[in-house]
């Protein structure tokens, strides 16, 4: 199993930028793909970025030049700096690792952009 603890989320004006931060029980190094999804009220979750299992990085087009996705291999960590922040960036961002086959999610941090 993987655990993973989100945290950073709050408020922010339009432009602005956040820094998310998720925690993984376990190494990184084992989990097949780690990334991070975002779901806005009444609508699907969708994928905001991900390091793939070829250790590429995948975004999202809305967020692509403003967001990026790191990880910090020592800490068990991975990243989402959110730069130029829209009010429609306003979600619940989730954590998530695909580990051997298996889906798991953080808790969740809400962002919420708005002036």
């Known amino acids: 199993q993987v655990q993973l603890v989100e945290s950073g989320g709050g408020l922010v004006e339009p432009g602005g930028s956040l820094r998310l931060s998720c925690a993984a029980s376990?190494?990184?190094?084992?989990?097949?793909?780690m990334g991070w999804y975002r779901q806005a009220p009444g609508k699907e979750r969708e994928l905001v970025a991900a390091?793939?299992?070829?250790?590429?990085?995948n975004y999202a087009d809305s967020v692509k030049g403003r967001f990026t996705i790191s990880r910090d291999n020592a800490k068990n960590t991975v990243y989402l700096q959110m730069n130029s922040l829209k009010p429609e960036d306003t979600a619940v961002y989730y954590c998530?690792?695909?580990?051997?086959?298996?889906?798991?999610w953080g808790q969740g941090t809400q962002v919420t952009v708005s002036s």
């Open positions: 390091f793939t299992s070829g250790g590429s990085t």
């Open positions: 376990r190494t990184i190094f084992s989990i097949n793909v």
């Open positions: 998530n690792a695909l580990y051997l086959g298996h889906h798991y």
